[in-house]
């Protein structure tokens, strides 16, 4: 079974944008936590990793 925890900076914002993250097998998951139905996305552990680099650098012109 999947276990979903929410992002620690989803709670901070203190507003509904937050983000659920899953250690998956060389992969983590992805979920919106309003809709924890929905749609998900699996990404690879070094894409993720890159991700979050980008974002806190500020980087929102992402290929």
């Not at 060389?26 to 699996?42: C, E, F, H, I, T």
């Not at 680099?53 to 500020?58: D, P, Q, S, V």
Request: glycine content about 8%.
């Amino acid at each position: 079974m999947i276990q979903w925890r929410k992002s620690s900076r989803s709670a901070d914002s203190g507003q509904a944008d937050c983000v659920e993250l899953a250690r998956l097998t060389r992969a983590v998951g992805v979920r919106d936590s309003k809709d924890p139905g929905g749609p998900k996305v699996a990404l690879p552990a070094a894409s993720f990793r890159d991700l979050v680099t980008t974002i806190k650098r500020g980087d929102h012109d992402m290929p």
